[in-house]
């Protein structure tokens, strides 16, 4: 049985140490299962570069939970299959840095996926950007929500999969000790 936690995240500012939204999309043996999103008070000030990349702003989550109040939620998600992203190392090191800045603990590494890294092996000579990848699919995308970037995430392993990808081959870990 194959399970995947595929996560992506939206950020507040250039520091990259808070989210303002998560998305997670869960696949099991072949189907996406379950998908769950959240605004997410960062706590922090909003850069207009990121205001304007994602439409988060701090009108946008006022009222929405921050990420201790989220992790709960956020760590059963990722513990319930291989933790999977595109450009995994970014949305791993959002996670680590809140992890950080709130004083949380999990476990001191996850093995993860990583579909630009992926699709760098399998699908050489066309950009892995993941709109790229999504426009070369044929996969709906809304860019920079975290809801439709973790699907369409989802999708893009999903295909890599049907075409006989060995998805074990591509499986990294990532360090969350300091």
Same mark, same amino acid.
């Given at each position: 049985? $194959?399970? *995947?936690?595929? *996560?992506?995240? $939206? /950020?507040?500012?250039?520091?990259?140490? %808070?989210?303002?939204?998560?998305?997670? /999309?869960?696949?099991?043996? =072949? !189907?996406? +299962?379950?998908?769950?999103?959240?605004?997410?008070?960062?706590? #922090?000030?909003?850069?207009?570069?990121? +205001? #304007?990349?994602?439409? &988060?702003?701090?009108?946008?989550? %006022?009222?929405?939970?921050?990420?201790? #109040?989220?992790?709960?939620?956020?760590?059963?998600?990722?513990?319930?299959?291989?933790? /999977?992203?595109?450009?995994?190392?970014?949305?791993?090191?959002?996670?680590?840095?809140?992890? %950080?800045?709130?004083?949380?603990?999990?476990?001191? @590494? +996850? %093995?993860?996926?990583?579909?630009?890294?992926?699709?760098?092996?399998?699908?050489?000579?066309?950009?892995?950007?993941?709109?790229?990848?999504?426009?070369?699919? =044929? !996969?709906?995308? #809304?860019?920079?929500?975290?809801?439709?970037?973790?699907?369409?995430?989802? $999708? &893009?392993?999903?295909?890599?999969?049907?075409? =006989?990808?060995?998805?074990?081959?591509?499986?990294? /870990? @990532?360090? *969350?000790?300091?």
């Amino acid at each position: 049985m $194959e399970h *995947f936690a595929v *996560f992506d995240v $939206e /950020t507040p500012n250039w520091q990259n140490s %808070r989210m303002s939204a998560i998305g997670v /999309t869960l696949v099991e043996d =072949g !189907i996406i +299962t379950d998908e769950f999103f959240s605004l997410v008070d960062p706590e #922090q000030p909003f850069d207009f570069f990121n +205001t #304007q990349l994602t439409g &988060i702003s701090a009108r946008t989550v %006022r009222g929405a939970p921050s990420f201790p #109040q989220l992790w709960p939620r956020i760590r059963a998600l990722l513990e319930s299959g291989l933790v /999977t992203a595109h450009n995994a190392v970014f949305d791993l090191g959002v996670l680590k840095a809140c992890l %950080r800045g709130y004083g949380l603990e999990w476990k001191p @590494y +996850t %093995r993860y996926l990583c579909t630009v890294q992926m699709g760098r092996r399998l699908l050489p000579g066309i950009s892995h950007r993941l709109d790229a990848l999504c426009d070369f699919y =044929g !996969i709906d995308l #809304q860019h920079h929500q975290a809801s439709s970037d973790s699907r369409a995430c989802a $999708e &893009i392993l999903l295909r890599y999969r049907e075409s =006989g990808a060995d998805l074990s081959k591509f499986i990294r /870990t @990532y360090s *969350f000790m300091k």
